[in-house]
């Protein structure tokens, strides 16, 4: 698939569950980022890492909902875990393995 065909598809994605959470997404943009897989505002702009592009529509998943959820909570607190778990189940599965990619990139950047 064409990395803008990629792109595209994230944003729906990102839409879809916008619409699902009922999240006003302001500005959205794909971009590189070399610390983070994504960050927000709490006036509706979201940045994703294209990095995620190259992984798998899951993580994706984990990492929308994860930010679209800091637009009604601003912490990692007791209520966003609940909501990750009833819009994604058990989410800390997807949170290990992307910690583990994040790992590997780091080191491959360190070489």
Known sequence: MAAT????EFK????????KLNAQVVWLGVRPMRNKWA?????????????LLGLKPEL?????VHEL?????????????????????EYEGYES?????????SLQRAR
């Open 60 to 64: 994706w998943d984990y990492v929308i």
């Open 69 to 89: 959820l800091h637009f009604f909570v601003p912490n990692h607190g007791r209520l966003w875990k609940s909501l990750m778990r009833v819009h994604l189940g």
């Open 39 to 51: 960050s927000c505002t709490t006036s509706g702009h979201l940045n994703f890492n294209v990095e």
């Open 12 to 19: 729906q994605r990102v839409r879809h569950w916008a619409e």
């Open 97 to 105: 393995e992307l910690k583990r990619i994040a790992h590997d990139i």
């Open 5 to 8: 065909d990629q792109k595209n």
